[in-house]
């Protein structure tokens, strides 16, 4: 129900209570029937079913039916030694649950947040008496007596109220306090941040007191609400994780393809080249090879160098001051398009400012400038006087407002503590929402005088005298006409607007609001951060829109947009109450046309983050309050400000600025577009490595062993080597890359658009097949021998040169993948510690398993003892993947800037042929 639009006499019929309070007797039945004032539990699922969750993933079924498959082969075969390819493939798998676990508990957080926002006790009228209770005890009809400091501990219509304003910045997202009255009746379509008659659940009185009558409590609250909506949200996956469940599901199609045409040809081989052993036999031969080969396309490395990479991203975020609660959110920050920021908090310093004052001597001015009489230090001195900030050690408490006067003279080197001492108070008219208007009597050793401040228009109207430098002189008409001119000028730039006077005779409080003397207005404003305007012109080069929601006024957030380039010419601004009457249809639209969104509600800026989505866009939403956590839930990237943010907003989000900087969120989103880019080199390295592997084993099985049955092109272990030795290491390398400095040149990439697109896909299939022609080579240079001066046939040497090219092939062809588009050769070729690293371990580890046969007199690898010319041969065959990658980087520039030349050239030839036309007309 609605009490906002109706009298408070009304609401206690409504509610059935009365200015006494319930008796105890009646608040019982109606806690019993209603449930206690907190926020309902949500249903947790047990550690084990979210454990189980983890395992959903395609690729991870994929490698678990690997897994399973390779360790059924080793003990049916008694190759007990093979079940390490099993161990490491379930490794693999349970580092990813754990760590994708830790990730489960933000819904819940958020919500334990929003429960433990209400101060456990409150005061209440019961049975006409004054008592303190649990809030959670608090019902429908309670009477609740409202102080400075206390925290509203459910959703009430107020019914008294005395200089009352309340801190509500969490849930509506302005920056200052709303001041209350009681005796206001609001439309009915008022915003939640308008009901001047309302206090809700969260907030915090700052100033004065009142008395409510509770009309909601628990989940019905305006904060019940919010948490009913973070329950409900629907969890997405990221862009990421919908690619590596592409990238799974297409590898899961080509692995049992690949096996059935294994399959298939062995057994074909069997009838056209019989070897006398039982078909059985020969079927099982067939299936246990068709396994054998699809195993090898499995990159078992992929989920591990994703999860690394991205926790590698992690902490480099947090080096630049982002916190990641949730690993994949680190990728989809780089292929962000949208990002809806709050205002206060996010891109303001949520801290009043004096920006600038006018007196009639010096006229308007900004805070830079340097004029000074004797009636702007008279301005600053009233200001500060006619101020009930306290000092809390180094901070200023107190109203925003009036903490930013203070802040001002401290600025300018006046030592407020003193001026205090020096003048000091005698007497009082403290501000109330009728008069708007607070005054203070000062006694100091020159005399005692009344100092005023209030709302310009009241207090001018009072105003017998004008304060003119140091001449006190009556106000004229065209003195009163360039006040008004001064502060329309200032309230045009959104700046609160205060006017200050001062009075020398008659003192008394009954009078001393009358005959005033003029002396200045002072503007102020929450400013925005120095920083936001160049994060915002880099959002537009990296071809991200930022959009401005808040619950703070329309003019403000229009002027704060304005100045720091998110509204332009042309641009729209739509309020919350306008948006409130737009079907869906309209609203999409204009979508694109909006740039700032006031005076919103929670439920509407979730509405405005899912039309964005409805576009397919990655969406970005920050914020600091209460009103932001289920917008921040909804979105694909939840951002919350650590400093300012609310234990909710932060629970909600994915990322957390630990320095409240919108900057920040720029060095995220580079961070984020480096750590995809570094995946797709690790992936397009792994699977070109594994297209070799399977087009050497395809091409050995079906051509090679029909000239020589009994041939093995590579053995079990040598695959698992490569796969899970060889690869891992170069790949997490990979991993470590800097960013391309062009990298927030480009637009993000498209939802949805495969890991596969523009080039990547042709480059893992050439570079592939590249690799394997050069296996191949060393493989047919190995197996033909001379021996005595005759050649010979020696399997085992070619499959021992076949294991060493494909295997140095992957530690230089990292190198190669250092940039996908550009020359390695631009780069400082071993500026990548960790890639040189790999490679001396690689190496190493390479010279081992091809000697450990040898050295130990078994048959671990099947590998032969090869001469010096043979491993001349094999690093041959290794280092000219460098030179023909090269060759296809320089192919693929010159056909990409001959499609530029001639997309340029055509459009030269268009607007050529427009500006004829206008010619000849």
Request: with cysteine; charged share 20%.
């Amino acid at each position: 129900m609605r009490f906002y639009d109706e009298t408070s006499m009304s609401t206690m019929e409504s509610v059935v209570t009365s200015s006494k309070g319930l008796s105890q007797e009646e608040a019982n039945i109606r806690l019993e029937r209603d449930g206690k004032n907190e926020l309902a539990e949500s249903k947790k699922r047990s550690i084990i079913l979210k454990f189980l969750d983890q395992f959903k993933d395609t690729m991870i079924i994929v490698l678990l039916v690997a897994a399973v498959v390779s360790a059924t082969i080793s003990i049916i075969e008694n190759q007990y030694a093979d079940l390490v390819d099993a161990g490491l493939i379930l490794l693999i798998v349970i580092v990813n649950a754990v760590i994708g676990l830790s990730q489960e508990a933000k819904a819940e957080a958020a919500l334990d947040a929003l429960k433990n926002m209400n101060k456990p006790f409150c005061k209440v009228l019961r049975d006409g008496e004054l008592i303190k209770i649990k809030s959670g005890e608090l019902v429908v009809g309670d009477i609740v007596v409202l102080e400075a400091g206390d925290i509203i501990p459910a959703d009430m219509r107020l019914f008294e109220t005395a200089s009352l304003k309340i801190e509500e910045a969490a849930l509506t997202g302005e920056s200052v306090p709303s001041e209350k009255d009681c005796d206001v009746i609001c439309d009915i379509e008022a915003p939640l941040g308008d009901r001047k008659n309302m206090a809700y659940s969260s907030g915090i009185v700052s100033y004065g007191r009142g008395k409510g009558i509770v009309v909601a409590t628990g989940m019905n609250t305006e904060v019940g609400k919010i948490a009913k909506m973070l329950s409900e949200s629907e969890t997405t996956q990221t862009p990421l994780q919908v690619q590596l469940a592409k990238t799974a599901k297409v590898l899961s199609v080509v692995i049992l393809a690949i096996a059935a045409i294994i399959f298939a040809a062995s057994i074909i081989r069997y009838f056209i080249t019989p070897t006398g052993a039982p078909l059985q036999n020969a079927i099982i031969d067939a299936f246990m090879t068709a396994v054998a080969i699809a195993v090898a396309a499995i990159p078992e490395g992929l989920p591990a160098v994703v999860t690394i990479v991205l926790a590698i991203g992690v902490q480099r975020m947090s080096e630049r001051k982002a916190i990641v609660r949730n690993l994949p959110a680190v990728e989809t920050l780089g292929c962000c398009e949208i990002i809806c920021s709050d205002k206060t908090g996010t891109l303001t310093l949520n801290q009043m400012t004096v920006k600038g004052f006018y007196t009639a001597s010096t006229g308007s001015n900004n805070i830079e400038s340097k004029k000074a009489d004797s009636s702007t230090e008279m301005l600053v001195r009233g200001m500060t006087l006619c101020n009930d900030t306290v000092y809390g050690g180094e901070k200023l408490l107190g109203d925003p407002t009036e903490t930013a006067l203070v802040a001002y003279a401290q600025s300018l080197g006046i030592d407020v503590a003193k001026l205090n001492s020096d003048y000091q108070r005698v007497n009082e008219i403290p501000f109330d929402s009728v008069r708007k208007l607070m005054s203070t009597v000062n006694e100091s050793k020159d005399g005692t005088v009344g100092y005023i401040k209030g709302a310009p228009d009241l207090l001018i109207q009072k105003c017998t005298q004008i304060m003119d430098g140091d001449e006190i002189r009556a106000i004229t008409k065209k003195d009163i006409q360039k006040i008004y001119d001064a502060n329309k000028s200032m309230a045009s730039m959104a700046l609160r607007v205060l006017a200050v006077a001062i009075k020398k005779e008659k003192l008394d409080t009954k009078v001393l609001e009358t005959e005033m003397i003029f002396v200045g207005l002072v503007g102020m404003i929450d400013p925005p951060r120095p920083e936001v305007r160049d994060a915002v012109e880099t959002c537009r080069k990296a071809g991200m829109r930022a959009i401005m929601i808040t619950g703070d006024h329309i003019d403000t957030a229009s002027a704060i947009a304005r100045e720091i380039g998110i509204l332009k010419d042309g641009d729209l601004v739509i309020s919350g109450a306008e948006l409130d009457k737009l079907s869906d249809e309209e609203f999409q639209k204009n979508l694109s046309k909006y740039r700032v969104f006031a005076r919103v509600s929670p439920e509407n800026k979730v509405r405005i983050v899912k039309a964005y989505k409805t576009f397919k866009k990655i969406v970005a939403m920050t914020g600091d309050g209460v009103n932001d956590a289920p917008s921040i839930k909804a979105a694909d990237i939840g951002i919350g400000m650590g400093i300012t943010g609310t234990d909710v907003s932060k629970g909600a989000s994915d990322i957390v600025l630990a320095d409240d900087n919108f900057a920040t969120i720029i060095a995220a989103v580079e961070e984020g577009r480096k750590v995809y880019a570094n995946i797709t080199k690790a992936v397009q390295f792994l699977l070109s490595a594994n297209i070799a592997e399977v087009l050497c084993l395809f091409i050995a099985t079906i051509f090679l062993s029909i000239i020589t049955p009994d041939i093995m092109f590579l053995t079990p272990v040598m695959i698992l080597w490569v796969n899970l030795v060889t690869d891992s290491l170069p790949a997490l390398a990979l991993g470590m890359e800097p960013a391309e400095k062009d990298i927030m040149e480009f637009p993000p990439r498209k939802t949805g658009q495969s890991m596969f697109a523009g080039k990547m896909g042709a480059d893992i299939l050439i570079q592939g097949i590249l690799q394997t022609a050069l296996v191949l080579v060393a493989f047919c240079v190995g197996c033909y021998v001379m021996e005595t001066g005759h050649a010979a046939i020696d399997h085992k040497e070619g499959m021992t040169m076949a294991f060493i090219t494909l295997s140095f092939i992957q530690l230089f062809h990292a190198y190669n993948l250092r940039s996908q588009t550009h020359t390695i050769f631009n780069k400082k070729f071993f500026s990548n510690k960790l890639m040189n690293i790999s490679f001396v371990v690689g190496v190493v580890l390479m010279v081992f398993a091809t000697n450990i046969d040898t050295w130990t007199g078994s048959d671990i690898f099947g590998t032969a003892a090869l001469n010096w010319m043979d491993w001349i041969i094999c690093l041959a065959c290794a280092v000219a993947i460098i030179p023909l990658v090269e060759l296809q980087k320089i192919i693929y520039a010159s056909v990409r800037k001959k499609k530029l030349a001639k997309a340029f050239a055509s459009t030269n030839q268009e607007v050529s042929g427009r500006e004829d036309t206008k010619q000849d007309d």
